[in-house]
């Protein structure tokens, strides 16, 4: 059974940078493909990207390339997702999730970690 | 990529059948079998529902089901029951290997 545990809320000033961590346990985390997806408050969900561990692999939504980075750990079976240039519209949940290869369905996620960015 | 589109709200009676539609493009929803559907209580972190159209994962009712038409599909729940009541999102594969939410949709048990 496949678990992800996400690192604790963080609280950043504007233009900074947040990582937030994402730890699997259970299953071949290599073998896994790991998304993000955001919630800004009272919002909807938002893909954002995902890293391929076992290539080293990201790719990213077009609205966040160049300020997101997606990396794995296969050695801590751990992804981060490091958001750069923080502004205030960063303030969300940010989920990590397994994804289905070539199915693009997310299951299970990450309890959510809380960014607020304050200026 | 913009957000597939669901409606804001709906609402049923217990017992009562709901459809939550969600709409998008050739370049998502109608060029692939890719779409999932996700259930959300209250702070909690998104439960996976349906996956590619209309399967249903284990440990999911048979009230919930699953289907596409063109580039809209459809989640539909039967029987409703209380604990149905939260925010569903639909989500489909698209161009470039991306993934697109849609907006989401607050289903009110009366």
């Known amino acids: 059974q496949v678990q992800l545990v996400q690192s604790g809320a963080e609280v950043k000033k504007s233009g900074s940078s947040v990582k937030v961590s994402c730890k699997a346990s259970?299953?071949?985390?290599?073998?896994?493909?790991i998304s993000w997806v955001r919630q800004a408050p009272g919002q909807g969900l938002e893909w954002m990207g995902r890293i391929i561990p076992i290539l080293g692999k990201a790719n990213y939504a077009q609205k966040f390339q160049g300020r997101v980075t997606i990396t794995a750990d296969k050695s801590t079976s751990t992804a981060h997702m490091e958001l750069s240039s923080l502004r205030s519209e960063d303030t969300a949940v940010y989920y990590c999730a397994r994804e289905v290869p070539a199915a693009a369905w997310f299951d299970p996620w990450g309890q959510g970690t809380l960014v607020t960015v304050s200026s | 990529q913009s957000a597939l589109t669901q409606p804001a709200s709906v609402s049923g009676s217990p017992g009562q059948s709901i459809t939550i539609s969600c709409t998008g493009t050739s370049n998502n929803v109608g060029n692939f079998n890719l779409v999932s559907w996700y259930q959300q209580h209250p702070g909690k972190a998104p439960k996976l529902m349906i996956y590619e159209v209309s399967k249903r994962p284990s440990g999911i009712s048979n009230r919930f089901s699953g289907s596409k038409s063109g580039n809209t599909a459809s989640l539909t729940i039967s029987g409703l029951q209380a604990e149905d009541e939260a925010d569903y999102y639909c989500c489909s594969y698209a161009d470039s290997s991306t993934l697109v939410f849609g907006g989401g949709t607050k289903l009110t048990v009366l």
């Open positions: 259970g299953g071949t985390f290599s073998s896994y493909t």
